[in-house]
């Protein structure tokens, strides 16, 4: 199997295990694009995206695997050829213009919208401004963190999470940020990556549920505020999730690697054994690779 284009991130997907809804095995699927323009033999320049899937890609774990990179980088968002890749995948002015680059994106505390001063004010409304979820994940431990994903479980397959359980919703992104840096004085917000690739947290040694008892009721007495747009301070407001049940991950993983990460270097190509796929990495016999690193990279890929 052979496949060559512009590097995307891992699709995700799961299904029951032992007809518990609860207890889910992760499937992947490798995406990349090509585009129009190069199919046509033009030059580089903005063009049509087309996406391409190689789907259940753990078929190839204990598949010998090459993945070269050519040093060609084509922006996730406009397509313009960069020679520097900007918060994983955009060219420099996508980085500095999309409101989905904006330092409040990675703390979301920082959210200047009631200022007036977001980049994209209709982006801003579309994605910062609904239903946003807090929750508990065990990565390389236990964590808190937030998303507006509508299926949570994509959040925590992303960041290889073993188990995780919903806290709170939110109605705004901001809002979420707030009660996330409130619950980081007592957890990580953050995950050790070198811990996620090359074991597994054991599986309950927390009780999520009573975790999350003792951390909602934290939140309720802490009368969270922030300013809105008229400079005052108003209450956050927080609905308590109904998920009792801590949802379980296993992944696709024959053996875990080293904690090395690959670099990617145009001039020598990673040529390896496949060991299994965790959140965006691949675990490579001889170390790792971050998938979600090198989106828009132009790379070639052969399972031998």
């Known amino acids: 199997m052979k496949a060559k284009g512009y590097l995307r991130m891992l699709g995700k997907s799961w299904t029951s295990l032992d007809k518990d809804p609860s207890h889910l095995q992760v499937h992947y699927d490798f995406k990349y694009v090509e585009y129009a323009d190069e199919l046509n033999g033009n030059k580089p320049v903005k063009s049509e995206a087309i996406e391409q899937v190689i789907p259940n890609f753990s078929q190839f774990i204990s598949k010998g695997i090459e993945l070269k990179f050519s040093g060609r980088i084509r922006c996730i968002h406009c397509g313009k050829l960069t020679k520097k890749s900007f918060n994983q995948g955009s060219c420099y002015n996508c980085f500095v213009q999309l409101a989905q680059n904006d330092l409040c994106i990675m703390s979301p505390t920082r959210c200047h919208y009631h200022l007036g001063t977001c980049r994209e004010p209709k982006w801003g409304e579309d994605n910062c401004f609904k239903k946003h979820s807090v929750y508990l994940a065990n990565t390389s431990g236990p964590k808190v963190g937030i998303t507006k994903e509508k299926k949570i479980e994509n959040r925590w397959i992303d960041q290889g999470a073993v188990e995780g359980l919903e806290l709170v919703t939110t109605n705004s992104r901001r ?120 989106e828009g990279y132009e790379f070639y890929l052969a399972i031998v």
């Open 175 to 294: 809002e979420a940020g707030i009660i996330e840096a409130y619950l980081s004085q007592f957890l990580p917000d953050r995950t050790t990556w070198q811990r996620m690739v090359t074991s597994n947290p054991i599986q309950g040694e927390i009780d999520f549920v009573k975790e999350k008892s003792k951390f909602v009721r934290a939140i309720e007495n802490a009368n969270l505020t922030m300013e809105n747009e008229k400079g005052k301070s108003t209450a956050i407001e927080i609905k308590e999730s109904s998920s009792k049940q801590v949802t379980k991950f296993n992944y696709p993983i024959e053996a875990f690697p080293k904690a090395k990460s690959y670099k990617v270097d145009p001039e020598q190509a990673i040529k390896s054994k496949l060991l299994g796929i965790k959140g965006q990495y691949l675990l490579l016999q001889d170390g790792v690779i971050n998938l979600r690193t090198y």
